[in-house]
């Protein structure tokens, strides 16, 4: 970092601030008790059960099963990992190095992976009950229908021909694809336990394609580590192990990333983003959605830009893209015989049938899923980001970038709400949305004092140990 920049960071963050005490233009201090009183009757309305907050059947045909696992025996099984989080969010001030910076989100990883694998033992039958959803047909089937492949190339072929269960008829064939490679490797046996494992793993990874995405919001390194901190203690990321909608964030983060800095900077991020989107359309069908940001961007960038040369980079990094995207399909057809439009149109064909007897309206689910999203958040996130637009949105600045970001982000996920694409159980379907809150939660918290940040973050932790305790996530 150069010596200017390392003046403006240290304008920014003049040195630590102890006590209560925010930097300037931070939140007051009935700002900072508001929102912790807020997350603290949040979480005291999950344990009391109080109705509403699990889901309404009655608008969305879904909720979340209440459940009574113990409040005191899970936050004592989750409590090991806080103390690596709290550490980095105490640490993690003033001027921050590339080497600080790696070190702080391995530590992270480490941390969010240790929660995942520990809300396994909330539910008294641990790892047996974790082996049986991962093998049960109904709530992933992924690994059940790993077990029928016999001849890989004559099941790519014949993909979209195949009798498959619940969701994996719903997906193209990476899930069980990841599966099968295990299968392969340890045995059925094994299969299943590491298999999840390494789900969960990448889910922790994302992290660090966090601290790469907040980027586009700042540059500054410890606004964008916190946003880690954050991100590792998000409710969705660790009540849903070993779901593949955890690593889907990642892949959301990457189309952003490439697709952003291919309008801005180089050209090569064009093929990153034919990549990132094969990778992405390979594995859940739903990411297509993250297209409505793309989409949003680009036409924000073009009002920026106002020049002919800018829609010309624009139509030809899409192009390239696109181009490379339908290439390597291509390459897959020719090799395997897999038709992805056949499996698409068979994909579409079964989520029909099962809409038809889920009965998910759409007035009740456009109602109801923005809900059901923010309890996945951990509802705090959208309490801090109410008071990021209205100290930041006001009077909108369209240089501004990071106000620009966040309301592209909000409007993306209204959009897909009021589309009615993807219904119900948004706090696991619309996880891959999760980084668009973390951002500008993030950048709140890079205004609070050391002792005020880590409240949050410690609100955020026993929001997480609340919807444990007393709700059922996944079911075999």
């Not at 603290?40 to 109705?51: P, Q, T």
């Not at 697709?259 to 900077?265: D, P, Q, R, S, T």
Request: aromatic share 16%.
């Amino acid at each position: 970092m150069n010596s200017k920049a390392q003046e403006e960071q240290q304008a920014e963050h003049p040195g630590p601030v102890y006590g209560f005490r925010n930097y300037p233009g931070g939140w007051t201090s009935l700002q900072t008790i508001a929102v912790l009183a807020i997350g603290l009757a949040y979480s005291l309305g999950i344990l009391l059960k109080l109705g509403p907050l699990n889901g309404i059947p009655e608008m969305s045909n879904w909720e979340w099963p209440w459940r009574s696992f113990g409040v005191l025996r899970t936050a004592a099984l989750l409590l090991a990992p806080l103390p690596l989080i709290a550490w980095v969010v105490w640490k993690a001030e003033g001027s921050i190095s590339r080497s600080q910076a790696r070190w702080f989100l391995a530590l992270l990883v480490v941390a969010n992976y240790g929660l995942q694998l520990l809300e396994v033992l909330v539910d008294r039958r641990g790892y047996a009950l974790f082996i049986q959803i991962v093998t049960s047909p109904k709530a992933t089937s992924y690994y059940t229908d790993a077990l029928a492949i016999e001849s890989l190339s004559h099941w790519l072929g014949t993909f979209h021909l195949q009798q498959l269960h619940n969701h994996a008829a719903t997906h193209p064939p990476a899930p069980i694809l990841f599966y099968y490679l295990f299968v392969k490797l340890l045995g059925p046996s094994a299969a299943a336990l590491w298999g999840a494992c390494v789900i969960g793993f990448i889910g922790s990874l994302g992290i660090l394609v966090m601290y790469h995405f907040v980027g586009l919001w700042t540059r500054d390194r410890r606004t964008r580590i916190l946003a880690g901190a954050f991100y590792s203690v998000v409710p969705a990321l660790v009540v849903f192990f070993p779901e593949f909608d955890q690593i889907y964030p990642l892949l959301a983060m990457l189309l952003v990333i490439c697709w952003v800095k291919a309008l801005n900077g180089s050209p090569a991020y064009a093929f990153y983003l034919g990549i990132t989107l094969f990778v992405s359309t390979f594995f859940a069908y739903n990411l297509l959605t993250a297209g409505v940001f793309l989409a949003y961007y680009g036409i924000y960038w073009l009002w920026r830009q106002r020049s002919s040369r800018a829609i010309a980079k624009l139509v030809v990094s899409a192009g390239i893209a696109l181009a490379l995207w339908a290439g390597i399909y291509a390459a897959l057809w020719g090799a395997t015989g897999y038709d992805p439009f056949a499996s698409l149109r068979s994909a579409l064909a079964s989520q029909a049938v099962f809409a038809g007897y889920l009965h998910r309206s759409y007035i009740r689910c456009a109602i109801y899923d923005p809900y059901d999203f923010a309890m996945g958040a951990g509802f705090i996130a959208v309490v801090i980001i109410g008071l990021y637009l209205w100290r930041n949105a006001r009077p909108f600045d369209g240089k501004r970038a990071d106000v620009v970001l966040t309301l592209i982000g909000l409007a993306t996920i209204f959009t897909v709400d009021f589309s009615g694409l993807l219904r119900a159980e948004t706090a696991r379907v619309w996880l891959f949305y999760q980084p668009l809150l973390v951002a500008p939660v993030a950048l709140e918290l890079a205004k609070l004092g050391r002792p005020s940040r880590l409240a949050v973050i410690a609100v955020q932790w026993w929001i997480l140990v609340c919807l444990k305790a007393s709700m059922a996530f996944i079911r075999p």
